[in-house]
């Protein structure tokens, strides 16, 4: 099983949709937890973190669910300019400062 | 905000060459930077652990003879990949994190070099 995994869609919305991704880790001793952007051929770049409380920034709102073990991302009115692949992504728990990544979520919002 | 930097951005070698890539923290210190390497539509997987001023942390299954990294200095890390092979064709990207910011200060990402071995 891998330790971070997501649906890599892609996800087919049309502008001012609201969407929602999940991901799931394996192993419950995480620490940190963290939602990243990667545009194509570039690098990743820090969407939010997410927090026990669930967090919101502007049309993104971050939930984490530690029982069940999964983190989702809420992006709401979509934008063109917010296709891209979006990265769950966990620290864990040895090696605390290093970032384990899922494989994305490919989002694609339509005129 | 902080900005890490790569280079070369691309590059092309043939088969059994040796590529450097270099990471550079340009506005802040960083005794730790990762290396992590990204095949197309696949997560990044982290390579190592760059240590300022001692050996790098290797993940299981990657080589530390064919990918040596070196980081003499605060703001400098790099990446050899040696004798490369097609195989080794990928997306290398680093990162590093501000030390002021501690252990869970965001991680900032260099450009990414992408290397294709003919």
């Known amino acids: 099983r891998k330790e971070v995994e997501q649906d890599p869609g892609p996800f087919n919305v049309p502008e001012g949709a609201t969407v929602a991704f999940n991901c799931t880790y394996s192993n419950s001793a995480s620490q940190s937890f963290f939602w990243y952007r990667q545009d194509c051929r570039k690098e990743p770049k820090l969407l939010m973190s997410v927090y026990s409380s669930g967090n919101e920034d502007g049309r993104f709102t971050a939930q984490l669910n530690r029982a069940s073990q999964y983190i989702s991302l809420l992006i709401r009115d979509s934008k063109l300019s917010d296709s891209a692949t979006y990265l769950c992504v966990v620290t864990p728990v040895t090696g605390f400062q290093k970032l384990v990544f899922g494989t994305g979520t490919r989002l694609l919002v339509s005129p | 905000g902080a900005v890490v930097s790569q280079h070369p951005s691309w590059v092309i070698c043939k088969s059994g060459t040796s590529v450097k890539i270099e990471c550079r923290s340009l506005d802040f210190q960083a005794t730790t930077m990762f290396w992590y390497r990204q095949f197309p539509k696949q997560s990044l997987m982290l390579m190592a652990t760059s240590n300022e001023g001692s050996k790098a942390t290797y993940e299981q299954g990657v080589e530390k003879d064919k990918f040596l990294i070196n980081h003499a200095s605060l703001t400098l890390s790099t990446l050899t990949v040696t004798?490369?092979?097609?195989?080794?064709?990928?997306?290398?990207?680093?990162?590093?994190?501000?030390?002021?910011?501690?252990?869970?200060?965001?991680?900032?990402?260099?450009?990414?070099?992408?290397?294709t071995v003919l």
């Open chain 2, 83 to 115: 004798s490369a092979h097609p195989e080794d064709s990928s997306f290398y990207i680093c990162s590093a994190r501000e030390e002021s910011s501690g252990l869970t200060g965001e991680l900032f990402f260099g450009e990414g070099s992408r290397l």
